[in-house]
Structure formats: structure tokens, C-alpha cells
Nanobody, 120 residues
Framework: VQLQASGGGLVQAGGSLRLSCSAS????????MNWYRQTPGKQRELVAG???????EYNDSVKGRFTISQDNASKTVYLQMNSLKPEDTGVYFC???????????????WGQGTQVTVSS
């Protein structure tokens, strides 16, 4: 199982970025897909999460600015980040609860981090 994340970069405050994370192979089942953020000296924190039942949740610091969406057909989760602030800077990690086949247990999988840098 692999989670491939992309879309990070350098942007000025007030700008936008869109992160993507695709899961493979195609035969897996996904229960939830989330985005976490890691900044130096702080614990990794949940930024936004989406379940297969279309329930979403957001860190209070990003509500109204970030939107998580999930394409079940392509097994991809997106994070649209608008009105970015310098405090949004960090390494963003994709996470998913995945079952490799119908008789397997649900496991946690992480993608490689993608750096988001917001300049003031």
C-alpha cells in the first residue's frame, strides 16, 4: 500500500495551494483519509479529515480557509488551502485507514510529507 502526496510549495501569505494524496493499489478499501501537519517543536496535528461516509472535520485554526475532499473512485484526497498564513507553514502528511482486502484489519498508513511554506 502506498500513499503518494504532492502539491506543497512556497506561497505568499493570502495565497492558495492544493495538496493531493493518492492511495494504491486499486483493490484496497479506505475508511478515512486525513491531512496532518508537523512543525518544528510541535506534535503532529490533525489539519483536516474525511471519512468514507462524507463526514469532515477541521482543526479550528483552518476552519473556513481549508477544504478537504475525497474522490473515492480514484482513491485520492485533496486539501484546498486558501488564505494561507505563515503559521500554516509545516510538513503536511497524508494519512489513511486502509484495509488491504476484505479479511484484513484496518491499518494506518502514511504518505511522505510535503513541505508547505507561507511567507509573510
Amino acid at each position: 500500500v502506498q500513499l503518494q502526496a504532492s502539491g506543497g510549495g512556497l506561497v505568499q501569505a493570502g495565497g492558495s495551494l492544493r495538496l493531493s494524496c493518492s492511495a494504491s493499489p486499486s483493490g484496497i478499501s479506505i475508511n478515512a483519509m486525513n491531512w496532518y501537519r508537523q512543525t518544528p517543536g510541535k506534535q503532529r496535528e490533525l489539519v483536516a479529515g474525511s471519512t468514507s461516509g462524507d463526514t469532515t472535520e477541521y482543526n479550528d485554526s483552518v476552519k473556513g480557509r481549508f477544504t478537504i475532499s475525497q474522490d473515492n473512485a480514484s482513491k485520492t484526497v485533496y486539501l484546498q488551502m486558501n488564505s494561507l498564513k505563515p503559521e500554516d507553514t509545516g510538513v503536511y502528511f497524508c494519512h489513511a485507514k486502509i484495509r488491504r482486502h476484505r479479511f484484513a484489519v484496518w491499518d494506518d498508513y502514511w504518505g511522505q510529507g510535503t513541505q508547505v511554506t507561507v511567507s509573510s
